[in-house]
């Protein structure tokens, strides 16, 4: 079985006017540039009067090597989500207002194809393999996952700090 160990965690929170498809746009943009698999687990959406809760989630996984993959979690919990209409240089422009908060989990997986574990000896070679060879290179590919994590909550933060504003 393939060994799994979470990295980071991070949350973005914005509570104003932004574009919905815009930000989800953006942000499965942002993930398949950065040659991550995008999966939608789950979908839910609830409507209360003008208002809309929407939650979601993605799995998204990128080959680092052939030991090493990495696999992020997306959530996203956008609530009280209305259309309201904005004006932005003299031009009244449609868009959205809510809540939104979107939680990234970065999780580094060692062994993926569990290619180390058909037997104990191999089970044991890739224990001594993790410890005493590849030490350094696991700590390199746990700061991939790392920075992967911080710059797409950055580019997301700044993404809605730039749209919230018009």
């Keep these: 079985m393939a060994e799994k160990e979470q990295v980071i965690k991070e949350k973005v929170e914005y509570n104003g006017i932004f574009d919905f498809k815009g930000i989800y746009g953006f942000a499965h943009k942002w993930l398949k540039e950065e040659s991550y698999g995008v999966v939608e687990e789950k979908y839910s959406e609830k409507v209360s009067g003008n208002a809309k809760d929407i939650n979601f989630e993605w799995k998204c996984s990128k080959k680092l090597s052939d030991y090493f993959k990495v696999e992020v979690s997306v959530k996203f919990e956008i609530s009280d989500l209305s259309e309201v ?29 569990s290619k180390w574990e058909d037997t104990q000896f191999w089970r044991f070679m890739r224990d001594t393999y993790n410890k005493y060879v590849i030490p350094s290179r696991v700590e390199s590919m746990q700061d ?5 994590i911080k710059s797409f909550k950055d580019a997301l933060k700044s993404y809605l700090e730039i749209v919230g504003r018009t």
Excluded: W, Y
């Excluded at 991939?144 to 992967?148: G, I, L, T």
């Design 85 to 113: 209409e904005v004006e932005i240089d003299g031009k009244k422009k449609k868009t959205n207002k809510g809540k939104i908060s979107i939680e990234a989990k970065g999780i580094l997986v060692r062994d993926p194809d």
């Design 144 to 148: 991939r996952v790392f920075s992967d």
